[in-house]
């Protein structure tokens, strides 16, 4: 095993190591309290910096509320992809894509507190970036879900059944973060909670695979020429 290093720490390493310190104290702040309600002097404090070190970092409260919310959602994204993309059934993908997200949930706590906080209660921004990270994973799960309903022997089925049923399919997972936070840590509770998600999942695939997509009624159909 190599000597710990000895070198003094680089100026690139104090600002990353300031500017971490400033996200995790937002975070820690946050959980009490939304976005909106925090002052930079607080965040300042939190970290043991002075109020105008802040601006070094970040250009406001609400650009670092953006920054939480793209590191919230990255690992996130790239876990249920793998997932999705691994297992052959929907029964196994819907348990394995459950488990990950409550063991995501629980070690990234703080970051889904603040993304469920600030998807209702946050800065207009904050609350835009939030909307376009979930409308991201309905678009990603929309493709993926067309391959796998298909290779089952389905109808070919509309673009907008494939948006239709992704977007249940998230807004699931979104109800079902919100659940285990109101848990805390009450492991029969979370235990529920992953159950009747999955309950609720596999009805909706129930009726998916055997769902006729219609085409769009002529009089839509102009209207939208």
Same mark, same amino acid.
């Given at each position: 095993? &190599? =000597? ?13 190591? +300031? ?5 995790? &104290?937002?975070? +820690? ?7 909106? &309600?925090?002052?930079?002097? *607080? ?12 601006? #070094?970092?970040?250009?406001?409260? *609400? ?11 990255? @690992?996130? $994204?790239?876990? %249920?992809?793998?997932?999705? #993309? @691994?297992? !052959? +059934? ?18 990234? $706590?703080? $970051? ?11 800065? !207009?921004?904050?609350? =835009? ?15 993926? %879900? ?11 089925? @509309? ?11 998230? #807004? ?17 509770? *979370? *235990?529920?909670? =992953?159950?009747? +998600?999955?309950?609720?999942? #596999? ?9 006729? @997509?219609?085409? &769009?009624?002529?009089?839509?159909? =102009?209207?939208?020429?």
């Amino acid at each position: 095993m &190599a =000597a710990p290093s000895n070198r003094p720490e680089t100026r690139v390493e104090r600002k990353e190591r +300031t500017r971490r310190a400033i996200l995790d &104290a937002a975070l +820690t702040l946050c959980e009490d309290s939304s976005l909106v &309600a925090l002052s930079l002097r *607080q965040v300042a404090k939190e970290v043991g910096i002075v109020p105008t070190a802040f601006y #070094r970092h970040f250009e406001s409260l *609400q650009d670092l509320g953006l920054a939480l919310v793209e590191e919230s959602f990255v @690992s996130l $994204h790239a876990v %249920l992809r793998e997932v999705r #993309r @691994s297992d !052959p +059934t929907f029964e196994q993908n819907i348990d394995t894509s459950v488990e990950t997200l409550l063991d995501h949930v629980e070690r990234h $706590h703080a $970051h889904f507190l603040f993304i469920t906080r600030e998807r209702l209660a946050g800065p !207009p921004a904050v609350r =835009a970036a939030i909307k376009r990270e979930i409308d991201l994973a309905e678009r990603e799960l929309a493709t993926d %879900l067309e391959w796998l309903v298909t290779s089952m022997g389905a109808s070919p089925w @509309s673009p907008d059944d494939w948006k239709a049923l992704s977007n249940l399919f998230v #807004r699931a997972m979104v109800s079902t973060v919100e659940a285990v936070l109101v848990a805390g840590g009450d492991t029969r509770a *979370q *235990q529920e909670v =992953a159950e009747r +998600t999955r309950t609720q999942l #596999r009805l909706v695939l129930v009726g998916a695979l055997n769902w006729e @997509s219609r085409p &769009a009624e002529p009089a839509l159909r =102009a209207s939208e020429a």
